[in-house]
Nanobody, 117 residues
């Protein structure tokens, strides 16, 4: 299993970014996926979930209405469209299998998102 995030960077408050997670080594479409973030000095925080078929999505309250999770199973890629970004969204963002909360869940290496003026 290999997960590779990309698309992070420095953005001003109110700006947008789209994160991608390229998956390989497993049947991507058969797996539920999540985005998890970790801010400096804090523990991991689950952000969003999408089921294998893409028809069910869930979000933590702080990002509802601002972030959209999606996937393209033909391209083995998971996405997170982030808009109206706030400084408190600053974190390393990881894609993970399932909800990322079990020891046997897989994580990518992460991509840094910094929201600052």
């Amino acid at each position: 299993v290999h997960l590779a995030e990309s698309g992070g960077g420095l953005v001003q408050p109110g700006g947008s970014l789209r994160l991608s997670c390229a998956a390989s080594g497993f049947t991507f479409g058969s797996y539920d996926m999540s985005w998890v973030r970790q801010a400096p000095g804090k523990g991991p925080e689950w952000v969003s979930f999408i089921n294998g078929g893409g028809g069910s999505t869930y979000y933590t309250d702080s990002v509802k209405g601002r972030f959209i999770i999606s996937r393209d199973n033909a391209k083995n890629t998971l996405y997170l469209q982030m808009s109206m970004l706030k400084p408190e969204d600053t974190a390393i963002y990881y894609c993970a299998t399932d909800r990322g909360s079990n020891p046997d869940d897989y994580y990518g290496q992460g991509t840094q998102v910094t929201v600052s003026s």
